[in-house]
């Protein structure tokens, strides 16, 4: 049986590039350089990378990056439009908790929920670590963004999401959020790439700092910085507080 994260994929590529959270690649690509220091020689994977926005993107720019997604619609889309900008890029379609790598990428980036922390167990969330663990060389660097477990303990993410600014407005409704386990459930409706309506049980998990250090550690990364995330922008300047809907992870072997 499909996951929700797999149905709401399918025929998506078109919307998932028109949704808000897509919208901030440029200043999360300039970020991304900065904190790589502009190293093209580093080999990157790029977890989750959906359509290939900023596989694309830093491929422009000259660096080496394989993307690697569960969705071969969203890979489809990524295909497309690396072929219209003349770019020769390894998409793969890969399971991150499952991952073939091992020793082979200076720099894993994930983000924007990426492969994590859309999986249903805490266990599986576990797995993508220890695998992106696994495929970097040593001393190599992941840079990733998940959602703040602060957030929805002073905050509804309900209204979080009715008030974002989104063209195609995914409907969110009847979000409960368990304090138990840090998971937000809830329905979603969204509308494909061909017009049809899919209906989707939801099941989101948030994690606090203190636990993303503990699962980093034990996977095998030596130090882990924890600051808040913007749209467009992944800055150590930012300080995380309890209004950052998502927190920004770099963390080096």
Known sequence: M?????????????KYDSEVFTQG??????????????????KIIDIGCGTGRHTIELSKRGYKVTGI???ESLLSRAKEKAASADLKIDFRKCDARTLP??????????????AFPLMETDEMNYEILKNISRALKEHGKLIMTTMNGFFPLLHSVKDFHSDADDKEKTAYEGGVFDFMT??????ITVVDDFGNKKELECNERYYIPSEMTWLLKSVGF???????AKLGSLSR?????????????????
Do not use: H, P
């Open 2 to 14: 499909k996951q929700w994260y797999e149905t709401m994929y399918e025929n998506y590529g078109i």
């Open 25 to 42: 690649t440029q200043g999360e690509c300039n970020s991304i350089e900065q904190e790589i220091n502009y190293d093209k020689s580093l």
């Open 69 to 71: 997604d569960l969705s």
């Open 101 to 114: 790598f091992i020793n082979e990428f200076d720099v894993a980036i994930m983000l924007c929920g990426g």
């Open 182 to 187: 840090f998971r937000d459930r809830s329905t």
């Open 222 to 228: 030596k130090t882990i910085d924890i600051y808040g």
């Open 237 to 253: 300047g930012d300080k995380l507080n309890t209004d950052d809907f998502q927190m920004l992870i770099i963390a080096e072997k």
